[in-house]
């Protein structure tokens, strides 16, 4: 069995330039729009991550310009974006799971319970809430909110670290691209 041959540098630089640019536009306008909805909801902690969070989309949009000017230091951009991401979602995430608003699901119970009734209605079964006081609803409730964070914070680590090492691990093909396109040393 032969050994893969590298990658032409050419390729690897467009690769990155393309993904840097498509990720950088989309965490600027997913975090702008959920800055914009949670400061419209109330939430001042969830909007300044956003905000922070759109911040770092930036960041690598700015990286990816730099590359396209010839400058190797932008995959340090691409790099440090991906790992400053990484760290204001585990933070929101870890704000999350350490303060719960019980008081929010307290009045959400009603409506909780009504909902389920019609739907349980609907579809003719037993609605399985029924068997639940509050507070055991309560209970689920705070499961499922740890639950979600637990996993946004696992899945960006996974997600963030990848993007980070995808570029990272281009950093000599894309000063190759570069000495070719620029004749950058």
């Excluded at 922070?52 to 989309?57: H, K």
């Excluded at 010839?70 to 790992?83: C, D, I, P, T, Y």
Aim: one cysteine or more; glycine letters at 8%; hydrophobic letters at 50%.
């Amino acid at each position: 069995m032969s050994a893969k041959p590298p990658p032409i540098p050419e390729l690897v630089y467009q690769r990155v330039m393309k993904v840097a640019r498509f990720d950088g536009h989309m965490v600027m306008w997913i975090a702008g729009i959920g800055a914009l909805l949670a400061a419209a909801g109330g939430s001042h902690t969830a909007a300044v991550a956003a905000c922070l969070a759109a911040g770092t989309g930036a960041m690598e949009i700015h990286g990816s310009q730099q590359l396209a000017r010839g400058n190797e230091r932008g995959v340090n951009w691409l790099v440090r974006a991906q790992l400053l991401l990484m760290f204001v979602i585990l933070a929101y995430a870890t704000w999350q799971l350490t303060h719960f608003n019980e008081g929010l699901y307290r009045e959400l119970i009603p409506q909780f319970r009504e909902y389920t009734e019609q739907a349980s209605r609907r579809y003719k079964v037993n609605n399985p809430y029924d068997a639940l006081d509050d507070a055991q609803l309560m209970l689920l409730f705070r499961m499922c909110h740890t639950l979600l964070y637990a996993v946004v914070g696992f899945v960006t680590c996974i997600y963030q670290g990848l993007m980070a090492r995808y570029y990272h691990k281009r950093r000599a093909a894309v000063a190759k691209a570069l000495d070719i396109y620029y004749g950058v040393e």
